[in-house]
């Protein structure tokens, strides 16, 4: 989690990261567009290195 939030700040992205018992959820888009943008698909792609 705390990586996680890491690469969100030096992305300057905030995404929603949701933590239950044995479950990691992140939602990431992007306001401004109301969608996903290429932006957000690298912040999955650095969060999926970390094994999220």
Request: zero cysteines.
């Given at each position: 989690?705390?990586?996680?939030?890491?690469i969100?700040?030096?992305?300057?992205?905030?995404?929603?990261?949701?933590?239950?018992?044995?479950?990691?959820?992140?939602?990431?888009?992007?306001?401004?567009?109301?969608?996903?943008?290429?932006?957000d698909?690298?912040?999955?792609?650095?969060?999926?290195e970390?094994?999220?």
């Amino acid at each position: 989690m705390n990586q996680a939030g890491e690469i969100a700040g030096e992305e300057a992205h905030h995404p929603t990261i949701l933590l239950n018992y044995n479950r990691v959820t992140m939602t990431i888009w992007t306001h401004a567009i109301d969608g996903l943008s290429r932006n957000d698909f690298i912040l999955a792609a650095k969060f999926d290195e970390l094994g999220y």
